[in-house]
């Protein structure tokens, strides 16, 4: 088989401090976050800010410069800046940062969802601030908006503009054939690196004949110009992405998506979730991808051309 490509989600936007003790929220603590799992074995690191007073997620690029410029300096690793923010943020809120640091990979969600995280409030648990139980609650009437116009003005400032690539995250079936419609538009050129996302209600169930219904669809819409990436939430992280890797696709692991190591355990780092998967996917006979392997296999324009 190629080689693997670990991408690592520091923090992201969906879990709350109280969650765990492991999520890092400051800058320091995301630039360490970052620079252990880059050491375990990520290429790419996928970038979202919080507050650190609060802990809330954050588009301010005060509060990413507390981490991008320290990541950029002491890694080799693809800084990879979401566009999706949080789901109540609006598109100039997600877009400022990005747009300021202009990093070599950019997340991008393929389409407008319902994008509940209320479930999350069946676990008894001692809130640290007063935001986090209200924001999980008030989930049950979000839709995170990403219209076809949101997509094409990100191609284009981010893309066209200021030479990102991009992570197209595709929540469900639809946005393969939205992705589709935008290389068919000429927005985007091969290779796609699509991320399939599992186990967020309101996308795809991480059942794995989704998984592999998706990659045939993907087999359809883009032949050998793609290459596919799984990440799954919660639970069902390490046995979907296992899956993935034996496919021969790759890997997305970090606190963003699972606080766990194993059922009921409390992953201690993200950094720790790295070596995990790096072990499994090796012992299937997948040679790591290095930093600079992805940016050769994806085309990015290299970290010297990163407002950093």
């Given amino acids: 088989m190629s080689g693997i490509i670990i991408t690592c989600a520091l923090t ?9 003790p492991h999520l890092p929220i400051t800058g320091p603590q995301i630039a360490q976050a970052g620079r252990e799992a880059a050491d375990a074995g990520a290429a790419i690191l996928h970038l979202h800010a919080r507050d650190p007073v ?5 588009a301010k690029l005060a509060h990413f ?6 990541l950029a300096r002491e890694t080799n690793a693809v800084l990879n800046l979401s566009t999706g923010g949080s789901a109540v943020m609006s598109l100039d809120d ?9 990093p070599e990979m950019a997340s991008l969600n393929m389409g407008t969802m319902n994008f509940a995280l209320y479930p999350m409030l069946g676990k008894d648990r001692d809130w640290l601030h007063d935001w986090e139980k209200p924001f999980l609650k008030g989930t049950d009437d979000l839709v995170f908006k990403n219209t076809p116009r949101d997509i094409a003005r990100i191609l284009t400032r981010l893309g066209t503009e200021r030479g990102a690539r991009f992570e197209f995250e595709c929540y469900d079936l639809s946005h393969l054939y939205m992705l ?3 290389a068919d538009r000429g927005l985007i050129r091969p290779p796609y690196f699509i991320q399939f996302v599992f186990g967020v209600l309101g996308g795809m169930g991480p059942d794995p004949e989704n998984l592999s219904h998706m990659v045939r669809i993907a087999d359809k819409l ?3 110009d793609y290459l596919f990436s799984v990440l799954a939430a919660g639970r069902f992280q390490m046995p979907l992405i296992t899956m993935a890797a034996a496919m021969g696709g790759h890997v997305r692991v970090g606190l963003e998506d699972s606080l766990t190591i194993a059922r009921g355990q409390l992953a201690r780092s993200n950094a720790e979730q790295v ?16 930093p600079d392997d992805v940016r050769a296999r994806l085309g990015l324009k290299g970290a010297e051309r990163v407002h950093a």
Avoid: C, K, W, Y
């Fill in 12 to 20: 992201g936007s969906i879990h709350t401090p109280s969650m765990s």
């Fill in 54 to 58: 609060t802990g809330q997620p954050s």
């Fill in 65 to 70: 410069n507390g981490f991008v410029p320290v």
């Fill in 94 to 102: 997600r877009l400022a940062a990005p747009l300021a640091i202009a």
């Fill in 180 to 182: 589709r419609h935008f």
């Fill in 222 to 224: 883009f032949g050998g």
């Fill in 275 to 290: 070596a995990r998967i790096r072990e499994i996917v090796e012992r299937l006979g997948r040679d790591v991808m290095s």
